[in-house]
């Protein structure tokens, strides 16, 4: 039986087989990488089969998910193409790497790209999807279905793949998590208490806006109402450059997303 290839056994690796497994997929999956402690994690954490070398790992690809730091593509394709065996299906989940380079690399396939959160470990992810022009409608399902059995699939063009990237990462929440509660603690809160009320502050609220419906706008006036304390707190965030600081962030990202496309 064909199997679901990864190459690279890394942190989305990771998450991804755990997330299947959580959701009670049980197809075939197999890694290979260079690390042996990372596929002997995976093996015990999600039951994935471990390939011990490149060749073997190719040769038993239905599907081959390409997921190596964007660095590391140009190698690891050159590497696949040494192979006897020649996958049909490629997934890249590297950052940047556009489907023209994917094609150059590995010409007589048909590509995917993925960008999936590592909150798919849990079955919340997010996935951005597009395709090759290639990809038959088959195959282009197939993709759409791994992924969303660990989350929402979203399918966008591959010109708006860098901002996704850069906007999408559930280190924007982490880090303002970090940032509100650190803030509150130096206001006088115990630090728990201060993850505690900087956690529903943006985890439940977002929560609460996904379920009720509502606009952002229509809850934003619900919630700091004029002359009240988060009104003044939202004030003073936006003069002090929240928006900016914002949009540099972004940018900052979308810019590495593009100079990964060029090593």
Known sequence: MKATVFLGGGRITAALTAGLRLVGDQRRMVVYDRNPEKVRRLRIE???????????????AGMLVVAVRPGSVSGMLSEVRKCEASPRLCVSLAAGVPLANLRAGLPKTHWARAMPSPVCRVARGLTALCFDRGATKKERSLVRDLFSRVGQVVEISEKQFDTFTA???SSHGYHALATLAEAARQSGLDRKTALK???????????????SG???DELLHEAA??????AATMAAMDRSGYAPAVSKGLAAGIAQARRNAKK
Do not use: K
């Not at 009320?197 to 379920?211: E, M, N, P, S, V």
């Open 214 to 216: 509502l606009s952002l």
């Open 225 to 230: 109402t004029p002359g009240g304390t988060a």
């Open 197 to 211: 009320a900087a956690a529903h502050a943006l985890a439940d609220g977002i929560g609460y806006w996904r379920q």
């Open 46 to 60: 999600a039951g994935v089969e471990i390939a011990p070398d490149i060749t073997s790992a190719v040769a038993s």
């Open 167 to 169: 906007t999408f990462s």
